[in-house]
């Protein structure tokens, strides 16, 4: 079976860096792109950007890029969204998807929230 | 960037009632549309891919058509478990945007 899980609740301050994990199993982990989607509190999904585990390849949407990275280590399955500098806009739920062409498995989210 | 809208934004429809949500790119996509239905407080869910394809475990009472720019989900016989907001999505090439999402409930 198919799982992306993902890492905990976070709760950080505006300036402070962040880095949160999505594990793959079941699959073979370097053969499908990794996509990280926003969703700020009653708002609609945001496609943030895709990392290829395989090459480190990555696409990043026009909002996100130099504002997150994405990284991955593929000894251990696991895909990163990282801040460095985390704003209160932030807040958000991010999930990590599995792109057979669309994204066909979610991770379960991972709730960030920034207090300025 | 390909910007992709949707219509309605909201719509109520009492069960049993056919629903119609409209997706539409700024340019041609060909049929990489995907559609996710999202429930109050869940992960979303792929429905369909390649436009018209049913994702495995999708009730048959869900179809999607279309290519090109404009593309369409349709609920045969609405159920209260339908009750969600639906995104289509682009996957042709990055960025693989998502549209705005409709809201469906039951009237």
């Known amino acids: 079976e198919v799982q992306l899980v993902q890492s905990g609740v976070e709760v950080k301050k505006s300036g402070e860096s962040l880095r949160i994990s999505c594990k793959g199993s079941?699959?073979?982990?370097?053969?499908?792109?990794i996509s990280w989607v926003r969703q700020m509190p009653g708002k609609g999904l945001e496609w943030m950007g895709r990392?290829?585990?395989?090459?480190?390849?990555?696409n990043y949407s026009p909002s996100s890029e130099g504002h997150v990275s994405m990284s991955v280590d593929k000894s251990i399955n696991t895909v990163y969204l990282q801040w460095s500098s985390l704003q209160a806009s932030d807040t958000a739920m991010y999930y990590c998807?599995?792109?057979?062409?669309?994204?066909?498995?979610w991770g379960q989210g991972t709730l960030v929230t920034v207090s300025s | 960037d390909i910007q992709m809208t949707q219509s309605p934004s909201s719509l109520s429809a009492s069960v049993g009632d056919r629903v119609t949500i409209t997706c539409r790119a700024s340019?041609?996509?060909?049929?990489?549309l995907a559609w996710y239905q999202q429930k109050p407080g869940k992960v979303p869910k792929l429905l369909i891919y390649?436009?018209?394809t049913l994702q495995s475990g999708v009730p048959s009472r869900f179809s999607g058509s279309g290519s090109g720019t404009d593309f369409t989900l349709t609920i045969n016989s609405l159920q209260p478990e339908d009750v969600a907001t639906y995104y289509c999505?682009?996957?042709?090439?990055?960025?693989?945007?998502f549209g705005p999402g409709t809201k469906v409930d039951i009237k």
């Open positions: 998807t599995r792109l057979v062409g669309a994204a066909e498995n």
């Open positions: 990392i290829n585990p395989s090459d480190s390849y990555i």
């Open positions: 999505q682009k996957y042709n090439s990055a960025p693989l945007t």
């Open positions: 079941g699959y073979s982990f370097t053969s499908y792109w």
């Open positions: 340019q041609g996509i060909g049929n990489y």
């Open positions: 390649t436009a018209s």
